[in-house]
């Protein structure tokens, strides 16, 4: 369904604007009347293992500034610098980068409270594909929007994203089954909950077909239009995407090749005697143009140095240089305190208890969406423990044959309970790493909050599953069969499975691949067994190995389950 309040001329571009880019929602905007970004002397700089050669420079002291309103393309051949340099301006640099130099909005330094006035479009779409769209911003708007907002209003919003943004149709659609366009729709409407006055989205049309990719780049356009600083890193662009832009960074080897407004970027490259050929698209010329050929490497680059250079001294980066330095010596009307005060004091964030029951439903619905998963473990839990339980039936007795037997049957009860459960959650880590970094940065919730609402949304599967498996072997292999000693079983495997789940996380979020978790955890496993009590005296252990005990609950399930089962035995008669 498009939205019937916006219109585009056969270019793209947006002719009206929506109440949404009207910024009719002023109550969640960080600032009304736009903010201008700008840098100085940035360095970017990545750490290297190399014996020697600590770190290499990808953006060699670029400055820069991008006005209120303006839609920018930061563009440049693979390895420019493009990504780096964009991250480096929204405080999001990766591990093991250094960044120098000054970032200012608005004539003052931001530091991490960047995160708060601004909303990043990473290249790749994350999400939990098991949820619809209007499930997933919804709960988005749980975990960003002010607290004090009512739910009549979280609605209001995330239904006039979806709107603007054509996401109505396919709200109720699972976000595994929407394209890609749609995902990267999805994307940027999750970003624009909170209404942030700058954005910045790395390669927003990677995947995208030429009308999708023009289609949101209009909208990007029109929000511009309305006060939005928006930044882009963008690859080959179409001439008609590339017209939409009203403000062009050209990197190269990570220096400044151009900056300035789109429209004078060709009189620019005349001037150096790089004439765009008639029907040919300038974005495709300028990059080509900067490139570094591999079969005439060393002519390129020189051919580099003399267009950077020749930016530096040009008419266009005097222009730039005399707004940096008025940013930098000049703040503006609307002062950065009063943008803390929006965005620190004025806005409060959800509760953490609230991110906490919004996660768990995240996660709940993800683990109530696989019902074929969750019939196929019930039919292992129960075919296992009716094979097992046959296996003992008629063997157990509290007596000196029935030791054996019953000893048996307790260990496999207990181990069961922890080895299966520990090793099916060794890949949940590695799985969601990267989505929960990526929400974690962003600052969604606390890793405190992220591990319990994991733990929360599998506990009732963690009652259920033991409860299933000891009920079926329980009875069939004719263990004790009052319902104290049958309940306290019960409380014991079930205790069991929840911390041999948390040892399997803890070993899922220590390593960043599941063979490397594999590896540790077996010999680790192998302690467990070792000193659970019922291949060897513990007394017996090494004083050197003798602590390793007291870490296993294979030990305390043990015990417990033998001291329920054997109690009221004085005398074990030998039958």
Not at 94 to 102: F, M, Q
Request: glycine share 6%.
């Amino acid at each position: 369904m498009e939205d019937q309040r916006s219109s585009s001329h056969s270019d793209g571009s947006a002719t009206e604007s929506s109440p949404l880019f009207g910024r009719s929602y002023t109550y969640w905007s960080p600032v009304e009347e736009g903010v201008t970004l700008s840098w100085r002397d940035l360095s970017v700089y990545v750490l290297l293992k190399q014996k020697g050669q600590p770190y290499k420079r990808i953006i060699n002291n670029v400055s820069g500034a991008v006005r209120a309103g303006s839609l920018v393309a930061l563009m440049g051949s693979s390895g420019a610098g493009k990504t780096s340099l964009m991250t480096a301006l929204a405080y999001r640099t990766a591990d093991h980068t250094v960044v120098e130099g000054d970032v200012l909005v608005n004539g003052q330094p931001m530091g991490d409270y960047m995160r708060d006035i601004s909303g990043f479009m990473h290249q790749v779409d994350l999400f939990i594909d098991h949820l619809t769209v209007s499930e997933h911003l919804h709960i988005m708007a749980r975990l960003r929007l002010d607290r004090r907002t009512t739910s009549q209003e979280r609605k209001q919003r995330v239904l006039e994203i979806m709107r603007n943004l054509s996401l109505l149709k396919c709200r109720r659609s699972k976000i595994s089954t929407i394209s890609g366009g749609e995902k990267k729709r999805l994307s940027f409407a999750s970003e624009l909950l909170t209404d942030p006055p700058l954005l910045f989205c790395d390669e927003p049309t990677t995947g995208l077909d030429s009308y999708s990719a023009q289609k949101l780049i209009a909208m990007m356009n029109l929000m511009a239009s309305s006060g939005k600083t928006i930044v882009c890193t963008i690859h080959q662009p179409s001439s008609q995407i590339f017209k939409m832009f009203s403000q062009v960074i050209l990197l190269a080897s990570g220096r400044l090749a151009y900056m300035g407004a789109t429209s004078n970027a060709a009189e620019f490259f005349e001037s150096l005697g790089y004439r765009i050929p008639a029907n040919y698209n300038p974005a495709d010329f300028y990059i080509r143009t900067l490139a570094v050929l591999p079969v005439s490497e060393d002519s390129c680059k020189q051919a580099i140095k003399t267009i950077c250079d020749h930016f530096a001294v040009s008419d266009f980066a005097k222009e730039i240089d005399v707004i940096v330095q008025y940013e930098f010596h000049m703040a503006r009307t609307m002062q950065i305190p009063t943008l803390f005060t929006k965005s620190r004091s004025f806005r409060k964030g959800p509760f953490c208890w609230t991110k906490l029951t919004w996660l768990t439903y995240r996660y709940l619905l993800e683990i109530v969406r696989k019902p074929t998963t969750h019939l196929l473990r019930i039919l292992h839990k129960m075919g296992l423990a009716v094979v097992i339980a046959l296996c003992f039936v008629g063997t157990i007795n509290l007596n000196q044959g029935g030791i054996q037997a019953t000893q048996g049957i307790l260990f496999t009860l207990v181990t069961e309970n922890t080895f299966t459960p520990m090793y099916s959650v060794l890949e949940m880590f590695p799985l969601d790493r990267l989505l929960f970094l990526r929400e974690y940065k962003s600052g969604l919730y606390s890793p405190w909050t992220y591990y319990m609402s994991k733990l929360l949304a599998m506990l009732p599967g963690l009652i259920m599953d033991p409860i299933l498996f000891v009920s079926v072997a329980y009875t069939i292999a004719g263990l004790r069969q009052d319902l104290h000693s049958f309940s306290l079983t019960l409380l014991v495997t079930i205790i069991t499975m929840n911390v041999a789940t948390a040892c399997g996380l803890m070993f899922s979020n220590a390593f960043e691949s599941v063979p490397s978790a594999f590896s540790v955890l077996v010999p680790f496993d192998y302690i467990l067994m070792i000193t659970s009590g019922i291949f060897i005296k513990l007394s017996t252990l090494p004083v050197i190995l003798s602590w390793t005990k007291y870490i296993s609950w294979l030990m305390y399930s043990m015990e417990s389950l033998s001291i329920i089962q054997w109690n009221g035995v004085h005398n074990v008669v030998n039958i």
